[in-house]
């Protein structure tokens, strides 16, 4: 009984443990600051992918815009602080 115990105790901690490292599971990004882009810098970069932003800010190691897309929708969305690029999939 007490094998049992100690066993379902480690298995119970090792749960809790797990959250602790969810920002270092690699899908993170971590750029150095001085290779980040600017926020007009950005700007262009989203426009010339057919996003008219309307607030951008820095969040989480990526840049968090509103935007609306070439079909005139809203979206909510992250860009690579240092291309830009807009990172489908990235969750803050």
Same mark, same amino acid.
């Given at each position: 009984? &007490?094998?049992?115990? &100690?066993l &379902?105790a =480690?298995?119970?901690?090792?749960? =809790? ?5 969810? %920002?270092? %599971?690699?899908?993170? =990004?971590?750029?150095?600051a ?5 926020? &007009?810098?950005?700007?262009? $970069? ?5 996003? $008219?932003?309307? $607030?951008?800010?820095? %969040?989480? /190691?990526? +840049? ?19 291309? /830009?690029?807009?990172?489908?999939? +990235? %969750?803050?």
């Amino acid at each position: 009984m &007490s094998k049992v115990l &100690s066993l &379902s105790a =480690l298995v119970v901690m090792m749960g =809790l443990a797990t959250p602790a490292f969810a %920002d270092n %599971d690699g899908r993170r =990004l971590n750029v150095p600051a001085d290779q980040w882009l600017s926020v &007009s810098e950005v700007i262009q $970069k989203l426009s010339a992918q057919g996003y $008219k932003v309307t $607030k951008i800010e820095a %969040d989480d /190691g990526a +840049y968090e815009f509103d935007a609306t897309n070439a079909d005139g929708v809203r979206v909510e969305g992250h860009a690579h602080p240092a291309t /830009g690029q807009v990172l489908v999939g +990235y %969750d803050d």
